[in-house]
């Protein structure tokens, strides 16, 4: 059966190959090997459990294709392009720019397919083909920028579906959503100017990258007020999350009027992952997508591309990824979280008083809410 929520996924995201790292450092006699944080574990889990639940029979499956060199350079700039060829196809391989985002030989080919499915995903939405649409593609790209990757990432696979749809698609604004744990820096860099982009990061305060995602960052030039920070206390849940996304995303989100709206979607903002500090939970991400169509169905015809980011526990990345694509899907599988009741019921999850104020603070250095430019650009 074909559904109307997109699905992207081919198994050669999983070959892209991060090598064996310790900690943050490439492991050696120093540090005995293991897997890298950015392994495919929870990706091909998460397709796994797509499959196994039978969530796929409900999904349109949509075959991705390579991006071409050219609509990679709709947003990188061609010697960072030219770095990533030249090292793929090495033996030894390369890093992405920052010395933590370490490839093997044809992850370039490997992030071409990335980016292909971001486009081939927003084709789908924009066209018609599909309501709404998720690309569970892997390397993710959130932090890349324009003349260079880091945090695991290597081109910037939203980015590039937006800047191929602004060219190609008829679209002219587009509002990003990013709920990954970390600052969405590489996003917000490429559109920090651009009048035609809302960018909005909802992440962990002061985790990655350092001394980014600041609410002061705001845009400038003619994107000024047009990049949203919403930098979250380690420890929350999903109270805080909803109470940011009710007070502050949406509200600029309805405020911008965007043709369609592209989430980021990293899942390690949630239970048990090792490199964020957040307790949200599948159900938590489950009550946020609902929310997020209910906005979509109000101001775009419900038009959402997903573009999957990080999350790096492989045993729970699969129960947040099926709480997202069953919502965006209008269905639910017999494939449960069994630790739900426990951990949806922890004293932590509710939005507690200072998680509350330091949410109205945010809020009240954002210009967003009163700013006339913004309004005219309505």
Sequence with gaps: MSGTTGY????????????????????????????????????????????????????????ARMADIDEIALVHNWDYIGRIKRDSASPFGGDAGDGLSPFGTGSFEIALWAAGGAITAMEAVVSGLVNNAYAL????????????????????NASIAIKYAQKNLGVRRVAVLDWDVHHGNGTQSIFYEDPSVLTISIHQSGLFPPNSGGVDEQGQGFGEGLSINIPLPAGSGNGAYVEALEKIAFPAI?????????????????????????????????????????????????????????????????????????????????????????????????????????????????????????????
């Design 8 to 63: 992207v996924w081919e198994e050669i995201y999983g070959w892209h190959n991060t090598g064996n790292w310790a900690g943050a450092a490439p492991a050696g006699l120093n540090a005995q090997p293991y897997e890298h944080f950015e392994s495919a574990e929870s990706k091909t889990r998460l397709a796994s459990a797509i499959e196994v639940s039978g969530l796929h029979k409900s999904l349109r499956r949509l075959p």
């Design 254 to 378: 309805k405020k911008f009027k965007p043709e369609i709206i592209v989430v980021c979607s990293g899942f390690d903002a949630a239970m048990t992952d090792p490199l964020g500090r957040m307790i949200v939970t599948a159900n938590g991400y489950r009550e946020m997508t609902k929310r997020l169509i209910a906005v979509a169905k109000e101001v775009c015809n419900g038009r959402i591309v997903m573009t999957h980011e990080g999350g790096y526990s492989p045993t729970y990345v699969p129960f947040c990824g099926l709480a997202v694509i069953e919502t965006l899907a209008g269905v639910k599988t017999n494939m449960n979280d069994i630790l739900a009741e426990f951990w949806d019921n922890l004293p932590d999850q509710k939005l507690h008083s200072w998680q509350d104020s330091i949410i109205r603070d945010i809020l009240k250095d954002i210009h967003f809410l009163t700013s006339a430019k913004l309004e005219a650009s309505s």
């Design 137 to 156: 593609i892997r390397p993710p790209g959130h932090h890349a920028r324009i003349e260079t990757g880091m945090g695991f990432c290597i081109f910037a």
